[in-house]
């Protein structure tokens, strides 16, 4: 029994850590003491920033230091996880290492508890605790959101993120183990930090940016596509105009990988999702997605979590079958 344990092959790393995540979620009072990976590698990326993207320098010289920032972050987050993963493999019990690994880089529970904290918010301290709770997880200006406006930001988030913090990080730990996750919570963390339109990062941020695109773009599609299958068991969610609203509405949205999870949402719950919306200093006039009503509620908000629940199962279950056929 004991040599059972002493290495695990890693469809049950990834059970393991994905487990773990649902059940314990992020140790914040850790992370006080001991940055999270995702922040050193963000403190990397603002150096190089403050050091490589100078006004001076012209859009030709910038762009091509872009590229140099994705190599050096991402490949060296990926040298990074090979070293660790090719060590922990070495030895007897290891795979705990590994699993501890994945474990910190995917963030179920703490997508869940962000969310419903939208929704308790709004019951027990109205509109304006509503707009506090949602500013934690979206980009937007939460103080022109209207409760409905509040609760459609943390449906959308709730749909994008299990996207890009869930699905994302399983499938590249699947293809590429740990490298492949480390590697994409990089290029995420790039394209959070440098890849906007803006005047400062057009050029620097573009290759990051483009890179983020390409390696969510099979994910995002499977996360469509789970968030479907995820409806069939709820009475109040409909699966068929899930998927028939992300195949037709998908592409509306102006990023390419975006739409999908939350169109396919916005079907099952009977929504309309995306619309206009307030940045800081910007109006963005995007397209509605969806057929149901704008008028989201907070049931809508714990509905659009029980989706979420399901997926989050589905896809774990999905790949570390995988894994495991792969051996």
């Known amino acids: 029994m004991r040599a059972m ?3 695990l092959s890693p ?3 990834l059970l393991a850590a994905l487990v773990f995540d649902a059940i314990v979620g992020d140790p914040y009072a850790l992370y ?3 940055p999270h990976p995702v922040a050193l590698i963000g403190r990397a990326i603002a150096v190089l920033d403050g050091t490589w993207n100078r006004p001076e320098r012209g859009p030709r010289i910038r762009r091509l230091l872009g590229v140099l920032l994705l190599a050096v972050i991402a490949g060296g987050s990926a040298l990074v996880g090979l070293a660790i993963m090719a060590a ?30 939208v929704a308790r918010a709004l019951r027990d301290e109205g509109l304006a605790g509503g707009r506090r709770a949602v500013g934690m997880i979206v980009g937007r200006d939460p103080e022109t959101l209207d409760e409905a406006g509040v609760c459609r930001a943390a449906v959308e988030s709730c749909a994008e993120s299990y996207s890009d913090g869930i699905v994302s990080p399983i499938f590249w730990y699947v293809v590429l183990g740990l490298p492949g996750i480390c590697a994409f919570k990089a290029v995420n963390t790039l394209d959070s930090m440098v890849g906007h339109l803006n005047e400062k990062y057009r050029d620097f941020g573009w290759a990051s940016a483009r890179f983020d695109d390409l390696a969510n773009w099979i ?3 499977l996360a469509g596509w789970f968030l479907v299958l995820a409806a069939a068991p709820f009475r109040w969610a409909d699966g068929h105009a899930a998927a028939w609203i992300m195949l037709r509405d998908a592409k509306k949205h102006h990023s390419p990988n975006a739409g999908w999870p939350e169109s396919a949402i916005a079907g099952a719950l009977g929504l309309k999702l995306l619309g ?8 963005v006039e995007a397209p509605w997605v969806g057929e149901g009503t704008p008028d989201a ?3 809508h908000i714990l509905q ?23 051996v």
């Open 5 to 7: 344990f002493e290495n």
């Open 219 to 221: 994910p995002a599609r």
């Open 88 to 117: 922990a493999r070495a030895v007897p019990y290891g795979w705990i290492v590994e699993a501890l690994c994945v474990y910190v880089l995917i963030a179920q529970k703490s997508l869940y508890l962000h969310v419903r904290a």
């Open 32 to 34: 006080r003491a001991v």
């Open 297 to 299: 509620t907070p049931e």
């Open 11 to 13: 469809a049950w790393i």
């Open 276 to 283: 206009p919306r307030v940045y800081p200093g910007e109006i």
């Open 304 to 326: 659009a979590l029980k989706l979420y629940a399901a997926a989050c199962a589905l896809s774990g279950l999905l790949a570390t079958g995988a894994l495991a056929l792969a």
